[in-house]
């Protein structure tokens, strides 16, 4: 009798200890971070209504963008606890990168760029790493995460793939749109403070002067500015294109001296953590865009 409730006692165990094991498992979420507010929004739609995923953004959404940014504590310990990071790439991470792999070697880093064709991307000096402007490129970018999630994630392959379908349809049509203003604006001549609009200036095939000195650059020299001012007199140019984020102390001056607009768009860099809050952000662009004729 005794061995025989010995042997009930260890079934017991052994039922409890694989239940505990599985429950552990179950209990184990999918980590994904993000390393900035656009692969916020797209990894945000494509884990709409995922199992046993959590999705974090490393950087506040107004943070805007990475160059030169340096990983806080809390950063840290959002990436030791992921399995995957979501970086943009094209060089824009590559600060914060050598950390995170020392930090947490297991993380796996998926990089949206990693399908763009070398012609797409914009380079003088440097790379553009900002291709997410380009409607066109933010989609590439959107069938890149969505792959390596699938492949990384098989729970949730079905949710990713319709996510995708249901994000890509969604912004065909911000495409469609977009090719109906670019015929409408075809001729048009501007000057563009920031590197960050590039992308999406170049895809309307806007003739267009760049000045990066709102992004990046913390200012001009007045040998500059002469030039800026030169080209919008020479060229008679009405248009002076700013990022919100950038500041409008350059492009007050300049305004000032050759009479030229200026129109503030959006580099969707920070912004409302919504489903739509990409292609929110672009129509508003497009709206501007269309009515700078
Ligand atoms: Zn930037």
Not at 13 to 18: H, K, M, Q, S
Not at 262 to 276: A, Q, R
Request: glycine fraction near 4%; charged fraction near 25%; proline fraction near 1%.
């Amino acid at each position: 009798m005794k061995k025989v409730l010995s042997i009930i006692l260890i079934i017991l165990i052994i039922f409890i200890l694989t239940g505990c094991n599985e429950e552990k498992i179950n209990s184990e979420n999918f980590k994904i971070t993000t390393s900035f507010y656009p692969m916020y929004i797209i990894a945000l739609n494509l884990t709409k209504d995922a199992k046993n995923i959590e999705l974090n953004n490393m950087t506040d959404s107004s943070i805007g963008c990475l160059h030169n940014y340096t990983l806080t504590t809390n950063d840290l310990k959002k990436i030791q606890e992921s399995d995957i990071l979501v970086i943009n790439g094209l060089g824009l991470e590559e600060n914060i990168l050598n950390t995170v792999n020392k930090t947490n070697s297991n993380i796996k880093v998926i990089d949206s760029s990693d399908n763009i064709d070398e012609k797409d991307i914009i380079s003088g000096n440097n790379v553009n790493p900002h291709i997410w402007t380009s409607i066109n490129l933010y989609k590439n970018q959107v069938e890149t995460i969505s792959e390596n999630l699938i492949n990384l994630d098989e729970n949730n392959r079905e949710i990713y793939v319709e996510n995708t379908e249901e994000y890509i349809n969604k912004l065909n049509e911000l495409e469609n749109r977009e090719n109906t203003v670019k015929e409408k604006i075809a001729n048009v001549e501007v000057v563009v403070f920031s590197e960050s609009l590039e992308y999406l200036i170049k895809e309307m095939n806007i003739n267009y002067s760049i000045f990066s000195i709102g992004h990046e650059e913390s200012g001009v020299s007045s040998e500059e500015l002469g030039e800026i001012i030169d080209e919008i007199n020479n060229k008679n140019i009405k248009t002076i294109l700013i990022d919100k984020e950038d500041s409008k102390a350059i492009a007050n001056s300049v305004s000032a001296e050759t009479g030229a607009t200026i129109y503030e768009m959006d580099s969707c860099l920070t912004g409302e953590l919504d489903l739509d809050s990409y292609i929110t952000k672009m129509n508003s662009n497009l709206d501007i865009l269309e009515n700078i004729v």
